[in-house]
């Protein structure tokens, strides 16, 4: 039996797919990407679970690269653990509800934060 891979990409260092790649894959049309698609069985149809988790990662994403921060100042900034903050980039895990409330302030009202978390 063969090994099991998984690749989780790392939105610091995106992959780019080589010339070659986007000659083939430019070449194929609409039909032919999704019977390929369709045939590889490591290419499972998303679930709404994976749908919502990787909407949700985006998210958490977008918030932390608004403020400029690495995940581990970003994490240190705010109080979340950069574990979890990884985790929830990458989709493993899906913040609670009053944490995705947090991210939006974080997001739409970063200088109020920072006044309140200097409070403390």
């Not at 590889?40 to 909407?55: F, K």
Request: aromatic content about 6%; proline content about 6%.
């Amino acid at each position: 039996m063969g090994k099991t891979f998984v690749y989780t990409p790392d939105s610091d260092n995106p992959v780019t797919p080589s010339e070659t790649d986007c000659t083939l894959l430019n070449g194929l049309s609409d039909e032919a990407l999704e019977a390929a698609a369709a045939a590889d069985p490591d290419n499972l149809p998303a679930t709404r679970t994976m749908e919502t988790r990787a909407r949700i990662a985006h998210v958490v994403r977008r918030v932390r690269a608004g403020t400029g921060l690495s995940q581990s100042r970003f994490a240190a900034r705010y109080g979340f653990s950069v574990g979890a903050v990884r985790d929830w980039e990458q989709g493993r895990r899906t913040p609670e509800a009053s944490t995705l409330c947090y991210l939006r302030v974080i997001e739409r009202e970063p200088q109020a934060v920072e006044r309140a978390l200097a409070m403390v």
